[in-house]
C-alpha cells in the first residue's frame, strides 16, 4: 500500500513536521517505477527510494531509522491473520513499528512496540508518522526494546520449536486416552 505511503507523506510536507520527516523506501519492487513517477509528478520532498539491499546489510540499514513501517492493502484474507517476515525482522532491531495493517493478530500491539493503524488510510498514517516524531529518542527507544524482548519471548525459533512439541505431546495423550476408552467400550 505504498500509495498510502505517498498521500502521507504529501499531507506530513504540510505540517511542522515536514522538513524532519523522511520516508525511505528501499527495494526494487514491480511498482517502483511508478511510484518513482508519481514522487517528481506530484513533487513529494521527503519520499527517498533506494536499491535493494543485500541480505547481510538488512539489519545495519535498518539501524539508521528511527522507526520501520510496516503496510498492507486491506485484503480478506488478512482476517483470518497476517504474519509479514519483514514485521519480525523490524522488531528484532529494537526500532518501534508503526504497524498499518488490518488484522487480528497484531504483535505491535501485543507488545505495546509501536503504533497500530488501519490500512490505507493516508490521514491515519500522517497522524502516526507525527506521534511517532514527536517522541523522544528514549520513548521510541523503549518500543523498539518491547518489540525486540516480544520477539525473543514468543517467536524465538527454540521456544516455537518447543510450543509445537508441546502442542503434539498434548495431541498424542488425547489420542492415546481415546483409544484407551474406546477399548475398554
Same mark, same amino acid.
Given at each position: 500500500?505504498?500509495?498510502?505511503?505517498?498521500d502521507?507523506? %504529501?499531507?506530513? *510536507?504540510?505540517?511542522?513536521?515536514?522538513?524532519? =520527516? +523522511?520516508? =525511505? !523506501?528501499?527495494?526494487?519492487?514491480?511498482? %517502483?517505477?511508478?511510484?518513482?513517477?508519481?514522487?517528481?509528478s506530484? $513533487? /513529494?520532498?521527503?519520499?527517498?527510494?533506494?536499491? $535493494?539491499?543485500? &541480505?547481510? *546489510?538488512?539489519?545495519?540499514v535498518?539501524?539508521?531509522?528511527? #522507526?520501520? !513501517?510496516?503496510?498492507?492493502?486491506d485484503a480478506?484474507?488478512?482476517?483470518?491473520? =497476517?504474519?509479514?517476515? $519483514?514485521?519480525?525482522?523490524?522488531?528484532?532491531?529494537?526500532?518501534p513499528?508503526?504497524?498499518?495493517?488490518?488484522?487480528?493478530?497484531?504483535?505491535?500491539?501485543?507488545?505495546? #512496540?509501536?503504533?497500530?493503524?488501519? #490500512? +490505507?488510510?493516508?490521514?491515519? @498514517?500522517?497522524? #502516526?508518522?507525527?506521534?511517532?516524531?514527536?517522541?523522544?529518542?528514549?520513548?521510541?527507544?523503549?518500543?523498539? @526494546? &518491547?518489540?525486540?524482548?516480544y520477539?525473543?519471548?514468543?517467536?524465538?525459533?527454540?521456544r516455537?520449536?518447543?510450543h509445537?512439541? *508441546?502442542? !503434539?505431546?498434548?495431541?498424542i495423550?488425547?489420542?492415546d486416552?481415546?483409544?484407551? /476408552? *474406546?477399548?475398554?467400550?
Amino acid at each position: 500500500s505504498l500509495d498510502t505511503v505517498l498521500d502521507a507523506a %504529501k499531507l506530513i *510536507e504540510k505540517t511542522e513536521f515536514g522538513g524532519f =520527516v +523522511q520516508f =525511505v !523506501l528501499i527495494g526494487d519492487g514491480p511498482e %517502483k517505477n511508478r511510484l518513482i513517477n508519481r514522487v517528481k509528478s506530484e $513533487k /513529494i520532498k521527503c519520499v527517498e527510494f533506494l536499491p $535493494k539491499v543485500p &541480505r547481510y *546489510e538488512v539489519y545495519n540499514v535498518m539501524q539508521t531509522a528511527d #522507526a520501520l !513501517l510496516v503496510i498492507l492493502k486491506d485484503a480478506p484474507v488478512f482476517g483470518w491473520g =497476517v504474519s509479514p517476515n $519483514k514485521l519480525f525482522d523490524y522488531m528484532i532491531t529494537a526500532r518501534p513499528v508503526i504497524y498499518a495493517v488490518n488484522s487480528p493478530y497484531n504483535p505491535v500491539e501485543n507488545a505495546n #512496540a509501536g503504533i497500530s493503524l488501519s #490500512a +490505507q488510510n493516508p490521514v491515519a @498514517l500522517a497522524e #502516526a508518522v507525527l506521534k511517532m516524531a514527536s517522541l523522544t529518542a528514549e520513548e521510541r527507544w523503549q518500543m523498539g @526494546l &518491547r518489540g525486540r524482548k516480544y520477539v525473543m519471548d514468543n517467536n524465538d525459533y527454540a521456544r516455537l520449536a518447543d510450543h509445537i512439541e *508441546e502442542i !503434539l505431546v498434548n495431541a498424542i495423550d488425547k489420542s492415546d486416552m481415546h483409544s484407551t /476408552i *474406546e477399548s475398554e467400550n
